[in-house]
């Protein structure tokens, strides 16, 4: 696009004269009800010409002075973002129309935490949280047709047993993010300090141009001074890990163990008394979120 050049052209933009009347629309006029037809004049002219060339100028691209790139307009319209679309269960993606670029980003599901164990008395035992499923981003293009979306699910907690991984989340053949690991069940004590590692993280992301994997889940602790926790699972970027169960030595207030919260974080560990055996919380599922560009 270029700006007026005939030779008739100024060197600045003129002010617009005072608006007649309420803006309105053109008109070729009716002469037998006395309808004048509109004038187009240069204030017009100059209104029109000067939002487009604000668009171009905008985004960074110097009119065209020769008049012959017509497709200037098109070009600074382009990677302008025209929508987004949230999965946050399995499903078929299908392209907007016009989208001609798509950053696809998501998360596996988070791993449950490790199961408490009846244990005799005078003996207690707990165990890690779940780790969160791992993360990834990719753009991509050239996409022409439906894409099938999988979210990976929480992994379930089991009652005096290891806690169920979390799902892998996928993007067709573009993109695919591990679930977190569910935690093992820690080992039991009757006095002293007990720790229980961490739950190690799943594996990278592949596919992606950029990743990390789930955090991992958080190692328990028993101490006969201060209590049993089990341990916090992994959290992500849309979600925190659920928190373990926790008993304080010598009563108080007991802490349940919390399932993962918002998407792919890992679940609270679990502990073991004499009570019956109890499932860790089970991780959150994942996500995958596409965001679409002209």
């Not at 067709?172 to 039991?188: F, K, N, R, V």
């Not at 590692?197 to 955090?215: E, K, L, M, V």
Request: zero cysteines; a neutral charge.
């Amino acid at each position: 696009m270029r700006r007026l050049a005939n030779g008739t052209q100024v060197n600045s933009l003129p002010a617009p004269a005072a608006a007649v009347g309420s803006p309105g629309y053109g008109t070729n006029g009716n002469p037998g009800a006395g309808q004048e037809a509109s004038i187009f004049d240069a204030d017009q002219y100059n209104i029109i010409q000067e939002e487009i060339a604000g668009v171009i100028e905008d985004v960074g691209i110097a009119l065209d002075a020769t008049g012959t790139n017509r497709a200037q307009l098109k070009q600074a319209l382009l990677g302008r973002l025209i929508n987004v679309q949230i999965f946050k269960a399995s499903a078929t993606f299908t392209p907007t129309t016009g989208a001609r670029r798509w950053e696809v980003e998501g998360v596996g599901g988070g791993g449950a935490g490790g199961g408490g164990v009846n244990q005799a008395v005078g003996s207690y035992q707990a165990s890690p949280g779940g780790a969160a499923g791992t993360w990834g981003r990719r753009t991509i293009t050239g996409i022409t047709g439906p894409v099938v979306v999988t979210v990976g699910l929480g992994g379930v907690g089991v009652a005096g047993a290891q806690g169920g991984s979390g799902g892998t989340t996928s993007f067709g053949p573009y993109l695919s993010m591990p679930g977190g690991t569910g935690a093992s069940i820690g080992s039991a004590k009757s006095s002293g300090v007990a720790l229980a590692g961490d739950t190690p993280s799943p594996a990278d992301a592949s596919g992606a141009d950029i990743s990390f994997r789930g955090q991992a889940g958080g190692g328990s602790i028993i101490s006969s001074g201060d209590g049993i926790r089990g341990g916090t699972g992994g959290s992500t970027p849309y979600g925190s890990g659920g928190v373990g169960r926790t008993s304080p030595t010598g009563g108080g207030t007991v802490f349940v163990q919390e399932a993962g919260k918002g998407y792919g974080a890992g679940g609270g560990g679990s502990y073991g008394d004499t009570q019956p055996s109890s499932p860790g919380a089970s991780g959150a599922s994942g996500i995958i979120i596409v965001r679409e560009y002209a």
